[in-house]
């Protein structure tokens, strides 16, 4: 259904465009105006983007056509190698994709990855309260809401608040002991 790979040069234009749709970044970042970066901007962070750094940007791709398309985008920031914590972000940045799956699908791969390949033992994310469809799809990946700040968030409607949730190595495997190519 999705594949993920390391942002690169081709997809500046594209995650640009998304950067600019006003919903999007509501959605993804309570509309910040330093959501909003410029082409160069990007073009600089995806240069700069080492394998080896405290954290990545994937983009989400779908065929559409017999073609590679980018949806969206998915991340992870302060990656501790000591005791393995991460935290993640994401967002669909086509809307013909949102409610269908598509971002869940990633999200599943994405902590795959995590928990596999760079070893993760936590894995933490946060949104507004506000974003019931992002809190369902995390709620479906096995995320559980640790708590609730109040009025924390900034969003172009005011303040908000935030949603914390996390999801723990051991609590994914547990979901991954019904799938076909179980990970211990």
Known sequence: MVTLRPIEMRDVDTLYRFRMDEEVMFWS???FAEAMLSQAQIEEFV????????GRVFVIEVEKDGAQVVIGQISFRDYQRINRNVTIGMFIGERDYWGKGYGTAALELFLRMLFTRYGAHRISLDTFADNKRAIRSYEKC???????????MWTMNGHRDQVMMGLLREDWLKRQKDMPYYLE
């Not at 240069?47 to 405290?54: G, I, L, T, V, Y």
């Open 29 to 31: 970042a309570g509309g």
């Open 47 to 54: 240069k700069s983007q080492k394998a080896s750094d405290s």
């Open 142 to 152: 096995g995320f559980q809401i640790e708590g609730v700040r109040r009025e924390a």
